[in-house]
Every structure is written in C-alpha cells, then in structure tokens.
C-alpha cells in the first residue's frame, strides 16, 4: 500500500502570512493527489485535485503543486476562514490520506 | 444535485456487527464508485473500501477480513458491513463519491462501540 506523509502535523501562523503544506508518497503517484479542509464537526472540503486543480469555488489563495512523489500545498494569504486542519489524499492507488496538518492562529 | 447520505446504528457492541447504508442521489452508481471513510474522534481520516462503478471492490488491507462492500443499484444504495467490532472502531463514517478524488460527502453517521 502506498504511505502518504504530511508535515508538518501542526503549524502556528497569522492572518496575511503564506504558509505551505507538504506530502510525500512511498511511490510515484504521478499527479494524483488531492487536498482538503475540515473544520471541527465538518465534513471534508475538496480544495484542490490532480495536484493542482483548484476545484469549482476554491479560493485563489489556494494552490497545489507537485508531481511523482513530492506535492505541495500553500496558501498564499491566511484569511480567518482558513484556520482549519488540512488532509492530502493519494489517489494513483486505492486511496491514502495523509496524517493531516492542523493550521492555527499565532 | 449530487448528495449522499448515511444511515445506521449510533451504538454497536464489542464483536457485533456493523451495517451502514449510503444512499446517493443525483448520479448512477454505476457511473460512479462509492468510497467509505472513517474518522475516529479528534484522529485523521481513514480509507476503508470502495465498490467502483463497474461494482468490483477494494479494500483497506488492515481491515480487508472484517469487511464487505456491496450495492442495490436499483435503490440507489451502497452497503457496508464490518464485523467483530471493537472500540478502536468507533467513528465517524463516511461515504463519498470517487471521480478520480472524493468531491462529494454525506454529512456522516457517528458509530460508538461500547457495550
């Protein structure tokens, strides 16, 4: 089974700041990998896909990059609305998702 | 539009088994697949299984010998069973629909293990 590996698992940072999150595949997932944002008591938003698709209603401040095993996540201006704890998902084979980043206010 | 919704017991006991029941609206079946995940409380999220469109199934390999997905197409259902549940099982469940990525989720149920 391929293993998914976000980090960091937490992250301090203020409104206006750029922050990125990361996940590495065990294997080539090509461009397979997706990111979500889930508030507490919340089901999963899909944010990006493809690597960095943005999907319909995503934000711009949002983007995704990566292909093979390294991939990326940042967005590029914090807004309050993006406090939030953030999960990547490897899609090339059956499905993995990452440990998962929590992202709160400094 | 495209929604998804979970049905199922809230309070199961240790060794009994799980039924949980999906019903879509809004897309085939059979033109898409149908993931389960779990979240058990403040923890990450979890794969489960999957029944594609064509109906074939996949499993997580850690749970693949407690688990059983199927489908009633003509109801719009998928159906997962999980037996010899323990504590550690306790969770949120979700279903979500499988376009290459999980774009559309059911609110969830949340399944207590506990006698």
């Known amino acids: 089974a391929i293993q998914v590996t976000q980090s960091p698992t937490s992250l301090s940072a203020s409104l206006g700041d750029r922050v990125t999150l990361t996940c590495r595949a065990s294997?080539?997932?090509?461009?397979?990998m997706a990111w979500y944002q889930q508030k507490p008591g919340e089901v999963p938003q899909l944010l990006i896909y493809y690597a960095s698709t943005l999907q319909s209603g995503t934000p711009s401040r949002f983007s995704g990059s990566g292909a093979g095993t390294d991939f990326s996540f940042t967005i590029s201006h914090l807004q309050s609305e993006d406090f939030a704890t953030y999960y990547c998902l490897q899609g090339y084979s059956l499905w993995t998702f990452g440990g998962g980043t929590k992202l709160e206010l400094k | 539009q495209v929604q998804l919704k979970e049905s199922g017991p809230d309070l199961v006991q240790p060794s009994r088994t799980l039924s949980l029941t999906c019903t879509v609206s809004g897309f085939s079946l059979t033109s898409y697949g149908v993931s389960w995940v779990r979240q058990p409380p403040g923890k990450g999220l979890e794969w489960i299984a999957a029944?594609?469109?064509?109906?074939?199934?996949d499993y997580n390999s850690a749970l693949k010998s407690r688990l059983s997905i199927s489908r009633d197409t003509s109801k719009s259902q998928v159906l997962l069973k999980m037996n010899s549940l323990q504590t550690e099982d306790t969770a949120m469940y979700f279903c979500?629909?499988?376009?290459?990525?999980?774009?559309?989720w059911g609110q969830g149920v949340m399944v207590t293990v506990s006698s």
């Open positions: 979500a629909r499988d376009d290459g990525y999980f774009d559309f």
């Open positions: 029944i594609w469109s064509g109906g074939s199934t």
């Open positions: 294997q080539d997932i090509n461009n397979k």
